[in-house]
């Protein structure tokens, strides 16, 4: 998919995605705790919206879901949109650039995010005046914090590619690829007397 | 777009961080509040049973330890409630002698919520209640439950309201040690959602391993304490000697990762409960004893202004 084109159908899903996935984590999800911290399924959204749907999506998406949490949570506006559009924007750049079709790919994306939405606030609190000590206890709600989410986000990369896949354009990259071992003279069925 | 939306993003920033909390973007916050706070129910009840299962196998696992550590709570408690009996029956008569009614957490008009949403971010400790102004609750009401205090009340919709809990970074909360009557002022270690930092304790007070940190109720125009006095806090773990003040880290009585019903204080800070409370409180703790006639002015006065 380019940068330039986004369909509406896809955006539709995605802006729908966004409200649900805001939703059932303060509903749900932050309040069972694992190793002492809560999944957080936000910054793994945005960055799978990314990786899937390109630089544009990725951005819109971080805004909109870091917008929400905000409203909904009464944080100061701007900081997540800020650190969400920005995750967005690199992961769907990473795609555009790269193009990464390795198994382990939404595991190390979806920590990348988390580890980004984690030292990005942080970061940003910081920068606003909250006077707190950069503590081995504040290391180590970071590190879990990226641990869990590492844990969950293959799952929710299968989830989220599910639901987003029907409205997804074809991508021409994928569609060169898959040719080349179906028709042509790369099959040995072809190359046979 | 990127530009655009980052441009975008620190506008909004700029903007919120630079008003009061009574400005427009503060005020979209609270309509948006209103809005979603009846999906947010309608979805925190569907989807209760998941929660519930997942939280059961955390309980589960702890179970044993929270056993033993229970056991040892409850043979210490028992031994502390002897000896406080006996300091109880001279506070009834000193409370008899000055006519002052004995006060409990009913005559703040507490109103019972339920948690139907949390933050997930170490940064901002909040929780979402299941009820708003419609009850009654207003901001900067206190937050208690069961085991302690929660938090108080940051924002307010008419049917639902957010909660910042002890351990958000924003939150100050004076209180003291035991039957100290020295006061420090209590907050969160950010990050660390399992310690407080009571801090600003006069080098010479003394606070010792297990003891209870209660809030102060510190009545002292214009800045009276938003919360009533004897509400616990926490539990001292251990002390720190390194400035002009002393500290002591605390650990919450409460179990911030499990919230389910709290109760909303919803009676105001300089209401007669509050006044006859700190007090009488004062006269327990002997704060009082050597006011003379001035203390009996300032409860007759705190009496007859209802």
């Known amino acids: ?193 | 777009m990127l530009a655009f939306l980052v441009v975008l993003s620190v506008l909004l920033l700029t903007a919120y961080f630079g008003e009061s909390s009574e400005g427009r973007l503060h005020g979209v916050q609270r309509d948006f509040l209103t809005i979603i706070s009846p999906i947010q129910e309608g979805a925190n009840k569907a989807l209760k049973p998941v929660r519930d299962l997942f939280s059961w196998f955390g309980d589960t696992l702890h179970a044993k330890s929270q056993l033993a550590q229970s056991k040892k709570e409850t043979e210490r408690l028992r031994q502390e409630l002897v000896s406080d009996q006996a300091e109880k029956r001279s506070y009834r008569q000193l409370l008899a002698l000055y006519h002052v009614d004995q006060l409990s957490i009913d005559d703040y008009h507490p109103v019972t919520a339920t948690v139907i949403g949390k933050s997930p971010n170490i940064w901002y400790a909040t929780v979402w209640i299941d009820k708003g102004e419609a009850e009654g609750i207003h901001v900067n009401d206190p937050v208690i439950n069961d085991e302690g205090l929660i938090g108080r009340v940051v924002q307010a919709a008419s049917d639902a309201a957010l909660v910042d809990l002890i351990t958000d970074s924003s939150m100050g909360v004076s209180a003291r040690v035991g039957t100290s009557t020295a006061t420090g002022l209590v907050q969160p270690k950010v990050g660390d959602p399992n310690d407080l930092l009571l801090q600003y304790l006069p080098s010479d007070s003394q606070a010792q391993d297990g003891e209870y940190v209660v809030t102060s109720g510190t009545v002292e125009p214009p800045y009276d304490s938003l919360y009533p006095p004897g509400i616990p806090i926490g539990q001292v773990t251990s002390t720190n000697e390194e400035s002009a003040y002393k500290s002591v880290n605390v650990r919450p009585t409460a179990d911030l990762h499990d919230l389910d019903i709290v109760q909303v204080l919803t009676a105001a800070a300089n209401s007669r409960a509050s006044r006859l409370q700190s007090l009488a409180a004062s006269f327990a703790t002997g704060q009082s004893q050597n006011q003379g006639a001035g203390s009996s002015e300032q409860l007759a006065s705190a009496q007859s202004n209802g």
């Not at chain 1, 330039?4 to 996935?21: C, D, E, K, M």
């Not at chain 1, 949570?73 to 690199?90: C, M, N």
């Not at chain 1, 390795?102 to 994306?109: H, M, N």
């Not at chain 1, 599910?162 to 040995?188: F, I, N």
């Open chain 1, 1 to 193: 998919m380019s940068p330039q084109s986004t369909p509406a159908p896809l955006l539709a899903r995605i802006a729908l995605l966004s409200v649900v996935i805001v939703f059932v984590q303060i509903g749900v999800v932050s309040e069972v705790p694992v190793f002492g911290v809560n999944v957080d399924l936000s910054p793994l959204f945005v960055a799978f919206v990314g990786l899937l749907c390109g630089s544009v999506a990725g951005a819109l998406s971080g805004f909109t879901v870091g917008l929400l949490v905000d409203l909904a949570l009464a944080q100061t506006l701007g900081v997540t949109s800020f650190i969400f559009t920005l995750i967005g924007y690199w992961s769907g750049r990473l795609r555009e650039a790269r193009d990464p079709q390795a198994a382990l790919t939404p595991l190390l994306v979806g920590a990348g995010g988390a580890a980004a939405a984690l030292v990005g606030y942080s970061l940003m609190e910081f920068m606003l005046g909250v006077d707190a000590p950069v503590s081995w206890e504040l290391l180590r709600q970071i590190f879990f914090g990226v641990l869990v989410d590492a844990i969950v986000a293959v799952p929710v990369w299968v989830l989220i590619r599910r639901c987003l896949q029907g409205a997804m354009p074809e991508d021409p990259r994928r569609r060169r690829g898959r040719r080349a071992y179906t028709t042509g003279g790369l099959s040995p069925l072809s190359r046979a007397p």
